[in-house]
């Protein structure tokens, strides 16, 4: 393993990963800072570049992009008050306070510090637990990948949504997207309509970009800017902020957070937006004063950011075993691997090995340029929160557009991406989440294809999918999963129904 790390470091430390590295990391922080603009918009819009590059120079522009994506969050969620990506929701419980007290220094600080060691804890797991759990996973056939394959998009439906109804249907609606194209083993069109176009399916790049830019885009547009909104411009901050005693306060509140970070993030479909919530939600829980949450305190902002950055770790570690995307900003970076020909899964450490420790490495590095950007850089980013949003967001369509048609050169591709973002559009509307449509619209294929190679293996015969250990275990999950969330949704249901007895009572 020793060896791999050190090939990793001679990969990225060339030139060329190195500038793309600062230069993801830049452009992340940019896109996490300003409200409306997500880390898994930059991947989305920046993914066409990668489509020249190495897989290496490509896949650390896209981790660049990753880190300062989910790390700039912090940056407005502690000035104005708004969270600039779901990743940094808690830290304008306890930031947004702390800055109106004139403690903004602090909370950035606070912040930028323990978004970079939560994100290296997540860094180390990932690097020592990955390779064992691949050699695991090689033992995994036909029958196991179908079973991990359903587990994922059941997980996903249920969990990314507060409607099991919605998210089930969100994850439908991406399966039924996949089905279109030739299908796998026998090569039979579907769907076509005889539109030659039709024949590949629709192209994975232009559907992350529709449904995740492009909606982005619309939805942000119809909000009105509020000018009330002021940025807190002046702070003062010495080193990051902490004395040593406070630093060391912290310790049992950065490790919780970092673990619950870590261990949600390898779970599909949940991710940082979570991540954050739980890890403050137990911050407080095991707080002495848990009363002083809410007004300003250090933990608040510690176990937030903690554990949103440790939640990128995690959520590649399925990714990088298993072929599963954790969350969506690594579903586009399943799409960069794929652009590449490259199959994540455990064969990926045996045939590109190189490649994957390039990116334990690029994530390592991106990293550290991400705490010394946001330190030294912090006045230059804050001023990015006064641009007005009807110049960025024309800027960000155009780019859209140019990197879809770029893909193939195909007109095609772009009126996919408008097809796309108008369904993401008309979805977030009516209040369907859209992980699991990109999510469904990549594992369905993978369950499909395995199931037609298992039943061939089988000759037709559905038991070993039930009497295998591995496929039996992760098919058991999925029921108890989908009957928790069937359970959880009645008692929801329950609840609202109560309330409103009791309201018309009074």
Not at 335 to 354: D, E, K, Q, R, Y
Request: proline residues 6%; contains cysteine; aromatic residues 10%.
């Amino acid at each position: 393993m020793l060896t791999m790390i050190l090939n990793g470091f001679n990969e990225v430390l060339a030139l060329q990963p190195m500038l793309l590295i600062i230069g993801g990391v830049a452009t992340g922080i940019i896109f996490g800072a300003i409200p409306g603009l997500t880390a898994t918009m930059a991947v989305a819009l920046c993914l066409p570049l990668t489509f020249g590059m190495t897989p290496i120079s490509g896949m650390s522009l896209l981790v660049g992009l990753y880190i300062g994506g989910v790390s700039g969050g912090l940056i407005s969620a502690i000035l104005i008050n708004i969270p600039g990506t779901p990743s940094s929701i808690s830290t304008t419980f306890d930031g947004a306070p702390m800055a109106q007290r004139g403690l903004a220094g602090k909370a950035l600080g606070a912040g930028m510090l323990y978004s970079f060691l939560g994100g290296l804890f997540s860094i180390i797991i990932l690097t020592f637990v990955s390779p064992p759990l691949a050699r695991f996973a090689l033992r995994f056939g036909p029958f196991e990948y179908f079973a991990i394959a359903i587990f994922s998009l059941t997980m996903i439906a249920t969990v990314s949504a507060g409607s099991l109804i919605k998210g089930l249907l969100s994850g439908m609606v991406g399966v039924l997207l996949a089905t279109v194209g030739v299908a796998p083993i026998d090569a039979f069109p579907r769907f076509t309509f005889g539109l030659y176009e039709l024949s590949g399916g629709f192209n994975l790049l232009p559907v992350l970009i529709g449904l995740f830019a492009i909606s982005e885009i619309l939805k942000t547009a119809e909000t009105a800017i509020n000018p009330d909104i002021k940025v807190i411009q002046k702070y003062k901050v010495k080193g990051f902020g902490l004395s040593m005693k406070e630093f060391l306060g912290q310790t049992k509140n950065f490790f919780r957070s970092s673990l619950i970070g870590t261990g949600i993030g390898i779970l599909p479909g949940i991710g940082g937006g979570t991540a954050n919530i739980i890890a403050y939600i137990s911050a407080k829980k095991a707080s002495k004063h848990p009363e002083k949450f809410g007004t300003g305190v250090l933990d608040g902002v510690v176990a937030s950011e903690s554990a949103n950055n440790a939640a990128v770790g995690g959520a590649l570690i399925p990714l990088i075993t298993l072929g599963i995307p954790g969350d969506t900003v690594t579903a586009m970076l399943l799409g960069g691997l794929m652009i590449h020909g490259l199959a994540p899964g455990p064969m990926l450490f045996v045939t590109s090995g190189n490649v994957v420790y390039g990116i334990f490495v690029a994530l390592f590095i991106a990293n550290i340029i991400m705490l010394a950007m946001e330190f030294y850089g912090m006045r230059i980013f804050v001023r990015l929160l006064d641009i007005p949003k009807y110049y960025l967001l024309p800027v960000i369509m155009a780019l859209c557009v140019v990197g879809a048609y770029g893909l193939n050169n195909r007109v095609f591709d772009v009126w996919s991406l408008v097809f796309f973002g108008l369904l993401g559009y008309g979805l977030l509307k009516t209040g369907f989440p859209l992980p699991p449509v990109i999510l469904g619209f990549i594992l369905g294929p993978i369950a499909e294809t395995n199931l037609r190679r298992g039943l061939m293996l089988s000759k037709g015969d559905f038991t070993p999918f039930l009497t295998r250990p591995i496929a039996a275990i992760f098919l058991g999950i999925t029921v108890i999963s989908i009957a928790l969330s069937i359970y959880n949704e009645q008692r929801r249901a329950r609840q609202r129904i109560e309330e409103a007895a009791q309201e018309l009572q009074e």
